[in-house]
């Protein structure tokens, strides 16, 4: 069996460090580590085997989990159909949603939405966030929301309107209320 790791050194370095204490850069040298018969053991400058660790050898990577999105794009809602669809499968899943109803013309909007979709990878798949752009949807939709400034980030649970967040003032005080409020209601 051949073992994948970032080096063959890293790997023995640590397991001889813990198992017994050695340093294996202090006068050792370091070349081959291969799993097999039981063991785990190191080909050692000369070629001689040295067995290092017996028994099962679990490996794993050393980097991080690269399963979990980082930033998770938000989705558009268009028009009432969508916001209705949206809110009817939220209810049906008892999940939160999130709304940010920003305009393409608003800075503080566009500042924040790549920070609404890093914190969309924090809290998927409990939350899902999607943004409203007020201009390009019927004012029916900015009435329902009861939109007068933006960003207004609103949270919605059960179908229903439960808290919002309207950004106006610094981005990282934004985030740590929008934070507070998913918390709160979750």
């Known amino acids: 069996m051949a073992a994948l790791g970032p080096s063959s050194c890293l790997l023995y370095r640590e ?15 370091c070349s081959l580590v291969s799993v097999g018969g039981g063991g785990l053991y190191s080909w050692q400058p000369g070629g001689s085997r040295k067995r290092m660790w017996g028994g099962e050898v679990k490996m794993r990577g050393f980097w991080q989990n690269v399963s979990r999105p980082t930033s998770i794009e938000m989705e558009a809602i268009n028009g009432m159909e969508d916001l209705d669809r949206i809110l009817a499968l939220s209810k049906e899943l008892s999940q939160a949603i999130v709304i940010d109803w920003m305009a393409a013309w608003c800075r503080k909007c566009i500042y924040l939405k790549p920070k609404l979709e890093k914190l969309a990878a924090e809290y998927h798949p409990r939350v899902k966030f999607y943004f409203v752009d007020v201009n390009k949807v019927p004012q029916a939709l900015v009435k329902r929301g009861n939109i007068s ?31 507070e409020m998913i918390q709160k209601h979750l």
């Open 15 to 29: 397991l001889c460090y813990r198992e017994q204490g050695i340093h294996p850069f202090n006068g050792g040298g």
């Open 149 to 179: 400034k933006m960003p207004t980030i609103q949270l919605w649970k059960d179908g229903e309107w439960k808290a919002e967040v309207i950004g106006g003032h610094k981005a990282w005080l934004v985030m740590d209320e929008v934070r």
